[in-house]
């Protein structure tokens, strides 16, 4: 997102096998990718790639930086100690996590699916007699990862008008229940009722065979 608005992206992987996306395709294991999946194109289009190792050449990244995202392999990567803040002063800090900067899920099995039903996703995707589905794909993450290029901005306009650097928080779970959800708590507060998107009211999963293969249907509303 912000390569898109013309930011100069420079993505640091891990030494070897790099990005695990650069390997994966969705037709695996049918059929590996001749070289770097699409979904690694889509997500990494207009960034410049630099390995993890060469202390020197992180050391400079870190100084020219304006933002700098971390994920949870971020000091691993950097080499840096847990906590420490790397890079300028003044740049902005913006560091995504399952659930924030607490640790109340320490210990516990973190994964998409497992964000999901924290989040209460869960409640709206199967049958009401049915075991619990995952949304398909990386949603949480990416819309995570959406909140992150928000913060970067504001982090950077925080910066432009102060001279100091923002560090901000982004709990992937926090941001799940706000964009992955249609409030249904708030619903059932208000209305008394179950959310039209509990489980077994809605259209999920709606996955079904083809000819060629299998198709996913979405429908929300009257029209469609």
Not at 1 to 24: N, S
Not at 48 to 61: E, F, K, P, Q, R
Request: net charge negative.
């Amino acid at each position: 997102l912000l390569a898109d608005q013309g930011a100069e992206v420079i993505k640091l992987e891990r030494r070897g096998a790099g990005d695990p996306l650069r390997g994966w395709a969705a037709s695996q294991p049918d059929e590996q990718p001749p070289a770097n999946g699409a979904l690694f194109e889509f997500l990494n289009s207009g960034k410049s790639s630099v390995t993890a190792g060469d202390a020197t050449m992180i050391g400079l990244l870190l100084a020219w930086a304006d933002v700098i995202i971390r994920g949870p392999a971020a000091d691993e990567l950097l080499g840096a100690a847990s906590g420490d803040r790397p890079g300028r002063p003044q740049a902005c800090m913006v560091t995504v996590s399952p659930f924030g900067s607490g640790t109340w899920a320490a210990g516990a099995a973190i994964n998409e699916f497992t964000l999901q039903g924290w989040c209460g996703l869960l409640s709206s995707l199967g049958n009401a007699t049915g075991p619990p589905l995952q949304m398909g794909a990386g949603v949480g993450q990416w819309a995570a990862g959406a909140l992150a290029a928000l913060a970067a901005l504001a982090g950077r306009q925080w910066e432009t008008r102060t001279g100091r650097g923002a560090d901000i928080d982004v709990s992937a779970v926090e941001v799940m229940a706000v964009c992955l959800l249609n409030y249904p708590t708030l619903y059932r507060q208000f209305t008394g009722n179950a959310s039209v998107f509990s489980r077994g009211k809605g259209d999920w999963p709606s996955v079904v065979r083809c000819r060629d293969g299998w198709i996913g249907l979405c429908i929300f509303t009257a029209q469609q």
